[in-house]
């Protein structure tokens, strides 16, 4: 099992930045892949990024390609989703999520954190 929580969601006007954290506990050596990814209301979720944890290598949806970067830091077992020039339609609900493979798949990952809200005012 691995355990999954996220932080740093919060209140932002549009235009600004938030860092998003999520710490991985567990058996986390079974993870190759940590990924993001959001549901705004009314929406289905939607894949956002994703990082291969000993690699560093990164996909992201085209959405947020060029204003969000996903990175790890592996001694601390976290995922970071660093977000700028955040827009209205980035207001959601953001997953951390880790799985034995990488993809923009949601099926592709077992495990979930609580997830964080996130609200971009105009």
């Known amino acids: 099992q691995v355990q999954l929580v996220e932080s740093g969601g919060g209140l932002v006007q549009a235009g600004g930045s938030l860092r998003l954290s999520c710490t991985a506990s567990?058996?986390?050596?079974?993870?190759?892949?940590m990924a993001w990814f959001r549901r705004a209301p009314g929406k289905e979720r939607e894949f956002v990024a994703w990082?291969?944890?000993?690699?560093?290598?990164?996909q992201y949806s085209d959405s947020v390609k060029g204003r969000f970067t996903i990175s790890r830091d592996t001694a601390k077992n976290t995922v970071y989703l660093h977000m700028n020039s955040l827009r209205p339609e980035d207001t959601a609900v953001y997953y951390c999520?880790?799985?034995?493979?990488?993809?923009?798949?949601?099926?592709?990952?077992?495990?979930w954190g609580q997830g964080t809200q996130v609200t971009v005012s105009s």
């Open positions: 999520a880790a799985g034995t493979w990488y993809g923009s798949e949601d099926r592709r990952y077992a495990y």
């Open positions: 567990g058996r986390t050596s079974s993870s190759v892949a």
């Open positions: 990082i291969i944890w000993s690699l560093g290598r990164t």
